[in-house]
């Protein structure tokens, strides 16, 4: 058994260390525990240890762990592909969504938002590696997609997002990261305010944490290697 609470501890040292080396404030860097395929014992020992903010990306999945930490005071975050059908559920149990890349699936979760609950957050997911099969809007349609989201009454757009395909060397992992803090900073130019930057995972948080990262979401190095 892989100690959850050491690892988060190791996880926030390289975190605040990464944000040091990149000139940057370490309070300014959101740390967003992965648990998706870790049972709900493992969220609960994050908790226990301070952490807050968990993702995961099957809603089926997702509701009987949350359900199951309920009074633990977490935000819970939605991070995989969502589909039509799934919406509601995230609507009424979720407190963010990093993956909206169509306008559609946007509408529904403003209109299923439940109205004593805070606007639901949201980040657009951006495609930055042209490969036509992956999730994400397209770069030259995001402005567009944020205007229109910005307007839903009862979403509150927080940013972008983006998985980059994997690279190994720290240059190369920097520049899609590059890429989506300057589309970020492209439609705030256009008057959409933005305070979030959802990028960066296990494998490549320091090149994201350089690049303006405000959000990571790290699985594997917290919770080690998961079940299938
Ligand atoms: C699984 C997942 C992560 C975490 O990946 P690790 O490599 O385990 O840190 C981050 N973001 C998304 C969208 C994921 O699906």
Known sequence: MIGVTENLKLVKDLLARAARDAGRDAAAVRLLAV???????????????????????????????????AG?????HFIG??????????AERFDWVHSIDRLQVAERLSRQRPDDLAPLNV?????????????????????????????LPRLRLRGLMCIPAVRDDFEAQRKPFR???????????????LDTLSMGMSG??????????????????????RTA
Not at 81 to 90: D, S
């Open 81 to 90: 592909r969502l589909q039509r059908n799934k919406t509601r559920a995230v």
């Open 204 to 225: 490549d948080y320091r090149a994201a944490v350089f690049e303006g990262a405000t959000i990571v979401r790290i699985g594997t190095a917290i919770f080690g290697e």
């Open 72 to 76: 633990n005071d977490l935000v819970w």
């Open 123 to 151: 980040c657009l997911q951006v495609d930055l590696d042209d490969e036509p099969a992956k999730d994400g809007a397209a770069p030259v349609d995001v402005p567009g997609l944020a205007r229109s989201v910005s307007e």
């Open 35 to 69: 648990s998706k395929r870790q049972p709900p014992e493992r969220i609960l020992e994050a908790a226990v240890a301070g952490q807050r903010d968990f993702g995961e990306n099957v809603v089926q999945e997702a509701l009987p762990k949350i359900e199951r930490t």
């Open 179 to 193: 890429v989506l803090r300057e589309l970020a900073d492209f439609i705030r130019n256009e008057g959409i305010e």
